[in-house]
C-alpha cells in the first residue's frame, strides 16, 4: 500500500472515531456494502472521507449519518457509489494482481519449505496450476463484485444472497478441481527441470515491480485528486 493511501486511510479512520456511535455504525454498514463494488481503492477511501465530511456537518447541525441515510440507505449508498469512479483494468492489475502476486510468493514459499520440495523440479501439471488458481481468483474477484451482488444487502434477503452467490461459486471451484485433478494425473509425470523456488522469485519479483508501479499511479491520483485538508 502507498504511503498517500496509507495517510488518506489514518485520516479517514482518525476522523471517524471522533463520530458518534450512530454515524458510526452507518459508515460500517456503508463500507461492508461497498466492498462489493468494483471502485479503484483510492477513490474508495476519497469517496468515504467525504462521506465522514457529511457525518461530521449533520452532527454539528444535531443529527447524524444515520438519520441522513433515512429508511432508504441503499438507495442513498447506490447514489454515493455512482460517483465513485470504478476500476479500470489498470486498477485491477496493479491492486488486486499486485497484491496476489505477494500473496503467492509467500504462500508458495511456505508451502513447498514445510513440504520439503522448495528445490524439485516443476512438473507440467504444477506449472498449468499456477495458470488455474490465478484465473480462478480471478473469476472470483468478478464474481463477487458488481451491481448485481450488492442487490438485497440492506434488506432480509442479505443471507440468501450471500448463499446463492458463494453456492454457485463453490460448485464452479469443484468442478476445476476435478478438471485440475485429471491434468494433474495426466501430466504429473512431466518434469520442466525448474526448481518449485522459480514460482516464488518469479511472483516476488512481479509483486516488487508492480508495488513500484502501483505507488508512481497512487502518487500521480493524489496529485490530480487532492485530499489534504
Excluded at 520440495?117 to 473469476?139: D, P, R
Aim: with cysteine; charged share 20%.
Amino acid at each position: 500500500m502507498t504511503n498517500e493511501l496509507k495517510l488518506l486511510k489514518k485520516e479517514n479512520t482518525l476522523r471517524a472515531s471522533c463520530l458518534s456511535s450512530q454515524s458510526q455504525d452507518a459508515l460500517q454498514k456503508w463500507r461492508e456494502y461497498a466492498k462489493l463494488s468494483d471502485i479503484n481503492p483510492y477513490d474508495f477511501e476519497l469517496c468515504y472521507k467525504e462521506l465522514i465530511g457529511i457525518a461530521s456537518q449533520k452532527e454539528l447541525e444535531g443529527s447524524n449519518l444515520e438519520e441522513f441515510f433515512g429508511e432508504n440507505m441503499q438507495t442513498v449508498t447506490e447514489d454515493i457509489l455512482q460517483s465513485c469512479p470504478k476500476k479500470s483494468l489498470k486498477d485491477y492489475f496493479l491492486f488486486d494482481f499486485g497484491n496476489m502476486m505477494g500473496n503467492l510468493a509467500i504462500s508458495f514459499a511456505i508451502l513447498y519449505f514445510v513440504s520439503g520440495i522448495l528445490w524439485k523440479e516443476i512438473t507440467l501439471a504444477s506449472f498449468l496450476g499456477q495458470f488455474v488458481i490465478i484465473g480462478m481468483w480471478f473469476v472470483y474477484l468478478r464474481f463477487v463484485t458488481g451491481d448485481r451482488h450488492r442487490s438485497g444487502f440492506f434488506t432480509p434477503k442479505l443471507n440468501q444472497k450471500i448463499v446463492k452467490t458463494f453456492s454457485v461459486y463453490f460448485m464452479f471451484l469443484l468442478a476445476t478441481a476435478i478438471i485440475s485433478y485429471g491434468f494433474k494425473e495426466m501430466l504429473s509425470s512431466v518434469s520442466l527441470q525448474i526448481p518449485n523456488a522459480f514460482f516464488c522469485v518469479i511472483y516476488g519479483v512481479l509483486w516488487a515491480v508492480l508495488t513500484v508501479w502501483r505507488n508512481r499511479y497512487v502518487k500521480e491520483m493524489s496529485l490530480r485528486k487532492r485530499w489534504v485538508g
